[in-house]
């Protein structure tokens, strides 16, 4: 088959991945995930706003008016920078601007909101505030082409990947010893495979069916986005999956942690629980912090990140899948792709998310010390954080809600909650096995 018979056949995402790098959303993402970090080693990348834990409004803002300042430096440096990639991936960047300005402004509610006494112990995310904005003026009002073109869901959520790498320190991820580390590969690969066959029973695509399994079996928004990224995924199936991994973040907290209590599990045991289950990273501290000691909290914590660290790994298998079986069955195919075809579809900013964590744990934490490398980590999180919040409103803008709740005709949110249902059950299974003392020494002694 020639290369041009090739490229025919190639869909409309991956001949987008195949633009000159200066053109590409994925590279621009990583080039601006790494200035992030290089600027928080360095130590001089600008803080973001600071919100308190708030029951009356005097609270919300415990630095006071310099909250401002510091909100006025952060919207101008995430600004700049998404001007940048934008302007070489030509954006419309008269509207941009304000457009950003608009979205940015609900980001910083939603942060507000999110923070507030009761919604925080409860651990509601505030994504999901971000997204309900998105959602109400989209489906209510008529989006203004100047957010149209400042909702850069993929762009945004892209830099919170790669990002969300320099969280991800091996060092910590190695405290869990080997118990941990053994329940987050027991876990996902196995729930990836259940969660799988469940969706193709429910006849959902296989295409739809590995995002789902992604979502369930690793860390839900994160690994949802990355399977879609690997695979070319269709959009609206992966806003509807982000859509249900919120919505079951909240369901679960609520009733994991009177289960774990009614069971009468150690500490230790109940935070790696809750933390295989739940897919939402700050979902799964709340639900340790409602179970209660530190020893919750620690294994939650410490198994989520475990199962974080999956996501490079996942997403090349899955392009490798994608690649060289799944497109060549549905286009009929017969000739086998080059290697060369993997690397375009790869999502390269999972290659940004892999870099970051290598940098943070085999760079800085030797070269500077493991304080510098966790204030490092610690800043990226911040930005994390935001750009995750600005890609929800993104979302909102972009989403029709009719059209999200009747994807598949209810057949993949049935099959998904089945999967979660039986994702609890064999986790509960594995921590007990791993972490009960019984046949192994737990990583964690329960407090």
Do not use: H
């Not at 190639?10 to 200066?22: D, F, M, N, S, Y």
């Not at 990348?45 to 006071?64: E, H, M, R, V």
């Not at 340790?288 to 790994?313: D, H, P, R, T, Y």
């Not at 900013?349 to 744990?361: D, Q, R, Y």
């Amino acid at each position: 088959m020639s290369n041009e018979e090739t490229v025919l056949q190639t869909p409309p995402q991956v001949k987008e991945q195949r633009a000159p790098v200066l053109q590409n959303e994925d590279w621009w993402a990583c080039f601006v995930g790494w200035f992030i970090l290089l600027l928080a080693i360095i130590g001089i990348l600008p803080a973001t706003p600071k919100i308190g834990t708030w029951t009356s409004l005097a609270q919300i803002f415990p630095k006071g008016a310099g909250t401002i300042g510091t909100s006025l430096i952060f919207f101008l440096t995430v600004g700049i920078l998404t001007m940048i990639g934008g302007y070489f991936m030509k954006f419309d960047m008269k509207r941009y601007l304000p457009g950003f300005f608009v979205v940015y402004g609900l980001t910083f509610l939603s942060m507000i909101i999110s923070k507030q006494a009761f919604i925080k112990k409860w651990g509601i995310s505030y994504v999901l505030f971000a997204l309900v904005f998105g959602l109400v003026i989209s489906n209510f009002f008529k989006v203004p082409k100047t957010l149209k073109a400042a909702g850069q869901t993929e762009f945004f959520i892209k830099i919170g990947l790669v990002c969300m790498g320099a969280t991800i320190m091996f060092s910590v991820v190695l405290k869990a010893g080997a118990v941990g580390v053994a329940q987050a590969l027991l876990v996902a690969t196995t729930v990836w495979f259940m969660t799988y066959w469940i969706c193709r029973k429910f006849q959902v695509s296989e295409r739809f069916s590995a995002i789902i399994a992604s979502a369930n079996s690793i860390c839900g928004v994160s690994a949802t986005i990355a399977a879609g990224g690997a695979i070319q995924g269709n959009k609206k199936e992966i806003s509807y999956m982000v859509a249900w991994v919120l919505v079951c973040a909240v369901v679960l907290i609520l009733i994991m942690p009177p289960i774990a209590i009614w069971l009468k599990l150690p500490n230790n045991m109940a935070g790696a629980w809750v933390g295989g289950v739940i897919d939402n990273t700050g979902a799964v501290v709340a639900a340790g912090e409602v179970v209660g000691g530190k020893a919750a909290v620690n294994a939650a914590a410490m198994v989520k990140m475990a199962q974080n660290v999956l996501i490079g790994i996942a997403a090349f298998l899955m392009a490798l899948w994608a690649t060289m079986s799944l497109d060549r069955k549905e286009a009929g195919m017969v000739d086998k792709p080059s290697f060369m075809e993997v690397w375009y579809r790869f999502p390269k900013f999972v290659i940004g998310f892999m870099v970051a964590s290598l940098v943070v744990s085999f760079l800085v934490e030797p070269l500077m010390g493991a304080s510098a490398a966790k204030a490092a980590g610690s800043l990226c999180k911040d930005y994390r954080s935001w750009f995750f919040a600005l890609c929800f409103v993104s979302i909102g803008l972009e989403t029709d809600f009719k059209e999200l709740v009747s994807v598949g005709g209810g057949k993949p949110a049935i099959a998904y909650w089945l999967s979660q249902t039986a994702n609890a059950v064999w986790t509960l299974l594995i921590v007990w096995i791993l972490w009960s003392g019984t046949f192994f020494p737990a990583a964690i002694a329960p407090d």
